[in-house]
C-alpha cells in the first residue's frame, strides 16, 4: 500500500462546477497535511494546509480532513479554466528525533473545461 | 518577500559530468529538502536538513549524489559521473522548521527548480 494515494485522474468538470479531489494515507500518527497545486512545467504551489478533522475553507477551497478514515479531499467551488493542473496531497510525518518528512502523492490532474 | 530561489534554472551536461545544483532558502527558514521529479512522474523524496545536518538521506539515490548545506542557507546538490537516468527537475523546498511552533512549520515552498538534462 503506498503511503499517500490520488487517483491520478485526468478528472474532467465544466467551468462553475463543483471539483472534488480526494486523498487516503496509510500513516495514522500523520499530523498535518496539504495540498499543493501543480501547473505543467511549474513546481508545486501550496494552496492549502488541515491539521485537524472537519472542514477549512478558503475562498473557492475548502479542504476536509477525517483522521479516522485516513482521508483528506479538496473541494474546489466555481472551478475555473485557470484551476486545470495537478494536485498533490501530502502528508507530514515527525520523525523520531525531531524533524518531520512530507510524503506525497502522485497527483491529480484536473481539467475545468469551457 | 523572497521566495525559494535555485540555479541554474536549465543545465545540460554530457553524460559522465558532474553537476552542481544551489538552493537559496526563504531567509529564517531552518528546513531545506530537496526532491527529484522525473517527467510525467511524481515527487521523489531525496534528503532534508535541519540547520546544517541531514537527519533524513533515505532518498538519495546512490553515492553519486551527495548534498551540503551551510548553517542556515545555501544547500547543493552534488551529482557526480551524471547517467542519462539522472535527468529531471530538481526541486528544493523550505520550512519554517523546529524554529516554529505550529503545524505551519511544515509548509514547505518550493522553488522554481532546476531542469538538468543529460546526453
Known amino acids: 500500500q503506498k503511503e499517500v494515494e490520488q487517483n491520478s485522474g485526468p478528472l474532467s468538470v465544466p467551468e462553475g462546477a463543483i471539483a472534488s479531489l480526494n486523498c487516503t494515507y496509510s500513516d495514522r500518527v500523520s499530523q498535518s497535511f496539504f495540498w499543493y497545486r501543480q501547473y505543467s512545467g511549474k513546481s508545486p504551489e501550496l494552496i492549502m494546509s488541515i491539521y485537524s478533522n472537519g472542514d477549512k475553507e478558503d475562498g473557492r477551497f475548502t479542504a476536509q480532513l477525517n483522521k479516522a478514515s485516513q482521508y483528506v479531499s479538496l473541494l474546489i467551488r466555481d472551478s475555473q479554466p485557470s484551476d486545470s493542473a495537478t494536485y498533490l496531497c501530502?502528508?507530514?510525518?515527525?520523525?523520531?528525533?525531531?524533524?518531520?518528512?512530507?510524503?506525497f502523492g502522485t497527483g491529480t490532474q484536473l481539467k475545468v473545461e469551457l | 518577500g523572497a521566495g525559494v530561489s535555485q540555479s541554474p534554472s536549465n543545465k545540460v551536461t554530457e553524460k559522465g559530468k558532474d553537476v552542481e545544483l544551489r538552493c537559496d532558502p526563504i531567509?529564517?527558514?531552518?528546513?531545506l529538502y530537496w526532491y527529484r521529479q522525473r517527467l510525467g512522474q511524481g515527487l521523489e523524496f531525496l534528503i532534508y536538513f535541519q540547520g546544517n545536518s541531514a537527519p533524513d538521506k533515505s532518498g538519495l539515490p546512490s553515492d553519486r549524489f551527495s548534498a551540503e548545506r551551510t548553517g542556515e542557507s545555501v544547500s547543493t546538490l552534488t551529482i557526480q559521473r551524471t547517467q542519462q537516468e539522472d535527468s529531471a527537475v530538481y526541486l528544493c523546498?523550505?520550512?519554517?522548521?523546529?524554529?516554529?511552533?505550529?503545524?505551519?512549520?511544515?509548509?514547505?515552498?518550493f522553488g522554481p527548480g532546476t531542469r538538468l538534462t543529460v546526453t
Open positions: 531567509s529564517g527558514h531552518t528546513a
Open positions: 523546498a523550505s520550512s519554517p522548521g523546529l524554529a516554529g511552533v505550529s503545524f505551519s512549520s511544515y509548509e514547505q515552498y
Open positions: 501530502a502528508v507530514n510525518r515527525v520523525l523520531t528525533g525531531g524533524g518531520n518528512k512530507l510524503t
